[in-house]
């Protein structure tokens, strides 16, 4: 039998001393011990995200009561008291002394009997006195209160508060740690009858399956055991895809027809609903970097019977000659900080610099400089991204702007009910714990004839 907490040690040590992602140490752990009973898989995915979640506040709590500093300690010591404090504050189903016990337990099987002491002391200190831990004041100190409270940094509290303000900024941290519901969008080519239909079939296997509010072809799912399992997803009838991103193909105005080309496809969501605007004519060339990205547009193309999705291998930095100005819609949903999903890759939060937002906003600009060409007079550039930080959104657009022969159109047409009075600048900001969606930016950029 697995040891489950174990296995959860193991993976913070992976993804927070390795600096692996997140989501791939997840999906390869639970893929290899798919043979583990539903609740202990549940457990381990659900203490490992939220102890990576939680980060920042487990370790000021560790820091009050333990000798040596969080920062300090061994690696498999610091993750394993981390593991249990997350249990102790977050996890009332589990007794204070079974947390202790089991910490104890697997210090001494992975070699530390002689800290097993300290890791005991530790815990049980904490646990009798949780309810006298001294949090940083939130009128003095506002910046550290908000960042321990919500384990943010502290960088990126002050980012948010100099650009959004005191209660957006606490909607959006807040947002954060609220656990994000799963988005489909169904083929848009099913009727009424046959979506009610599919949704009718979900909604049997215990997946609850509710009409978003933002498109009549997005429904948001919780309780689904695995999508993959899910009726109709074999069929290619759905594909997972968050609100926010269901916009750019609307943005784009795509019709039968016309030549479409997606820039940074990887894993296919927007070529596959540009396809199916297309109908029965035109075409989209989805491209990526790598081979791997280029594999997932393909099946997801395959699965969802795209068949007018061409996938190519590029470097959307490289300009491709044969392209130039033969695009009615280039889709540019660009590599960014993922400021706007930190609720759904938890530890985007602590990759992250503001040395890093530069460089990734030089790397839109790098892509920019070169896919605009692609576009026909008359034709659309939509940039996008999924984050909050003004300097990868509005500022490479005016810096875009002033460069290039484009102009900015209002998205109020076609953007939902819901969203009214907003876009009509021709931009986007899309705020998690605002909207009914990720953070997400989009711009539509109409090329001069």
Request: one cysteine or more; proline letters at 5%; aromatic letters at 8%.
């Amino acid at each position: 039998m697995e040891n489950v907490r174990e296995l959860a040690v193991n993976m913070l040590l992976e993804i927070t001393e390795k600096e692996s992602y997140s989501h791939l140490v997840m999906r390869d752990v639970l893929d290899k011990y798919d043979y583990l009973p539903g609740r202990d898989k549940a457990f381990l995915k659900r203490v490992t995200e939220g102890t990576l979640e939680r980060r920042i506040q487990i370790d000021y709590i560790l820091d009050q009561f333990s000798r040596v500093p969080a920062a300090s300690m061994k690696p498999f010591i610091r993750n394993l008291l981390r593991l249990s404090v997350y249990q102790l504050f977050f996890m009332d189903s589990v007794p204070d002394a079974a947390v202790c016990n089991e910490a104890v337990k697997l210090a001494g099987k992975r070699g530390f009997r002689s800290l097993s002491g300290f890791v005991n002391g530790v815990l049980r200190n904490i646990a009798r006195n949780r309810d006298r831990i001294c949090w940083p004041d939130q009128e003095k100190e506002p910046v550290g209160f908000l960042s321990v409270k919500y384990s943010v940094p502290l960088w990126l509290v002050e980012k948010l508060l100099s650009e959004r303000g005191r209660e957006r900024t606490e909607r959006i941290l807040e947002s954060f740690l609220v656990p994000a519901p799963v988005t489909i969008r169904i083929r848009q080519e099913l009727g009424s009858p046959e979506r009610e239909e599919l949704i009718s079939r979900m909604r049997q296997t215990g997946a609850a399956a509710e009409p978003h509010p933002y498109h009549p072809f997005a429904y948001t799912l919780r309780g689904a055991e695995g999508i993959s399992s899910l009726p109709g997803f074999s069929e290619g009838l759905f594909m997972v895809q968050d609100t926010s991103s269901m916009l750019v193909c609307e943005a784009a105005g795509i019709r039968p027809g016309q030549r479409v080309i997606d820039v940074c496809a990887s894993p296919g969501g927007k070529a596959v609903h540009a396809a199916e605007k297309l109908k029965e004519s035109g075409f989209v060339s989805a491209r990526d970097l790598t081979e791997y990205k280029a594999g997932l547009i393909r099946d997801n193309s395959r699965r969802m019977r795209a068949d007018r999705v061409e996938t190519l291998i590029w470097d959307a930095r490289r300009l491709r000659e044969e392209d130039i100005e033969s695009a009615d819609a280039v889709l540019a949903d660009l590599p960014c900080s993922g400021l706007g999903v930190i609720g759904r890759k938890k530890d985007i939060k602590y990759r992250m610099s503001p040395e890093s937002l530069l460089e990734l906003a030089k790397l839109q600009r790098q892509i920019l400089g070169t896919v605009w060409r692609y576009v026909k007079p008359g034709g659309v550039l939509i940039y996008s991204t999924c984050t909050i930080n003004p300097g990868e959104n509005e500022e490479n657009v005016g810096w875009f702007l002033e460069r290039y022969p484009f102009h900015l159109e209002s998205l109020s047409s076609c953007l939902p009910q819901e969203l009214s009075g907003e876009g009509e600048s021709g931009m986007l900001q899309l705020l998690p714990g605002i909207h009914k969606s990720d953070g997400f930016f989009l711009a539509r950029l109409v090329r001069d004839n």
